[in-house]
C-alpha cells in the first residue's frame, strides 16, 4: 500500500506566497526582520528536509503499516475516526516536541529549526534533515496500534505541520483571549523560539496550546518594556553565529561526537538522554539552571 496523502507538498507555493507577502511587510515597517543569509539557510534547511523526508517516508510507512497489522481494533474512516486521529495526533506532537528539547539525542536534530535568530515565516521552514536518524517519527506512528490507519496517520499529520507555519511571525500579534486559549498562536510561539531564561522551553504545542497548560509548559508572551523580560531575543542559548549549511544542519550532532570522545566512560551515555546543555562537571548552563537564576534575580 502507498504512503497516504500527504498535504505539505501542495501547501508549499503558499508558503512561499506568504513569505513574500511578509518580506514585503518587513521592508515597510521592520527591514530587520529578514536578513537575506539566514532567509536562505532557512529555505535550504527546508528543502533538504524535503528530500530527506521524501527518501526515508516508505520506511516509516512501513513500520507504522507493521503496527497496524498488530492493532486492537479497526477504527475505520469515519467522520470521528479523523477528529480522535487528529487530536491524539497533536498530543503526540506536543509529548514528541518535549522531548526534542529536553533529551539531547532529540535536541540534535531540532535544533536547527531553533537556530535562526530572527523570527519570520522562513524560520518556519528550517526543518531537520536527520529526524529519520534521531528516530523522532517513533511518536507518531504508534496510534496505527490502536487502530488508527497510517495513511491517516500521514495525512493528520501534514495538516498538523502547515498549521504551524503561520504562527511563524511577528506581523501578528495577539488574537482574542477565548482563541489563545485554545490555539497556539504566534504569540505563543514566539515565547517557544526565545532564549530569555523566563521563555526557555515553554510552549511545546503544535496546534492545540491546551497541551501546554494542561502539563504546566505554558508561559504567557509578555510585554516588549517588561523591565523582568524585555525583548525577545530568538536563536538557541549558544548562537551558532554562523550561515554554513552543513553547520548548521550538523553542529549539534557534531558536539555529541566530541563529547562522547572526551567524557569519562560512565558519563558518555548521558551526554545522549540528558537534557542539552548538561555536562558532568557543570561547566555549561542549561536551560533550567538559566530559568532558575532568573527567577532568584527576579524573585518570580
Known amino acids: 500500500m502507498k504512503p497516504g496523502f500527504d498535504p505539505v507538498p501542495y501547501a508549499i ?25 539566514d532567509t536562505l539557510v532557512s529555505l535550504a534547511m527546508g528543502l533538504g528536509s524535503t528530500i530527506a523526508g521524501a527518501v526515508t517516508a516508505g520506511l516509516v510507512f512501513l513500520a507504522a503499516m507493521w503496527l497496524y497489522q498488530h492493532r486492537v481494533m479497526t477504527l475505520g474512516w469515519t467522520w470521528w475516526a479523523w477528529i480522535a486521529c487528529f ?39 528550517r526543518q531537520s534533515w536527520t529526524g529519520f536518524i534521531a528516530l523522532a517519527f517513533v511518536f507518531r506512528i504508534w496510534p496505527a496500534l490502536l487502530g488508527f490507519h497510517p495513511a491517516m496517520i500521514v495525512t ?23 482563541f489563545e486559549a485554545v490555539m497556539n498562536t504566534p504569540s505563543h510561539h514566539r515565547v517557544h523560539h526565545a532564549t530569555n531564561p523566563v521563555y526557555l522551553d515553554r510552549n511545546y504545542a503544535g496546534v492545540f496550546i491546551v497541551w501546554d497548560r494542561l502539563f504546566g509548559s505554558f508561559e504567557r508572551e509578555r510585554a516588549a518594556d517588561d523591565p523582568e523580560v524585555g525583548r525577545i531575543r530568538y536563536g538557541i542559548v549558544r548562537q551558532l553565529g554562523s550561515f554554513d549549511l552543513l553547520w548548521v544542519a550538523f553542529h549539534e ?8 570522545w572526551t567524557a569519562p566512560w560512565r558519563h558518555k551515555l548521558s551526554y545522549l538522554w540528558r537534557v542539552p546543555g548538561w555536562t558532568h562537571d557543570a561547566s555549561r548552563d542549561t536551560s533550567d539552571a538559566l530559568r532558575q537564576r532568573w527567577r532568584e534575580r527576579t524573585g518570580a
Open 13 to 37: 507555493p503558499f508558503f512561499i506566497l506568504l513569505i513574500v507577502i511578509e518580506m514585503a511587510w518587513a521592508k515597510r515597517r521592520a527591514p530587520e526582520k529578514y536578513e537575506p543569509r
Open 156 to 178: 493528520v499529520g501534514g495538516i498538523n505541520l502547515i498549521y504551524q507555519f503561520w504562527i511563524h511571525t511577528e506581523a501578528i500579534d495577539r488574537f482574542p483571549r477565548w
Open 87 to 125: 487530536v491524539l495526533d497533536d498530543f503526540n506532537y506536543y509529548w514528541a516536541h518535549r522531548t526534542g528539547h529536553r533529551v539531547r539525542w532529540f535536541w540534535a536534530s531540532h535544533v536547527n529549526h531553533h537556530s535562526s535568530q530572527h523570527y519570520n515565516l522562513s524560520t518556519a521552514l
Open 253 to 260: 550532532w557534531v558536539g555529541i561526537g566530541r563529547d562522547l
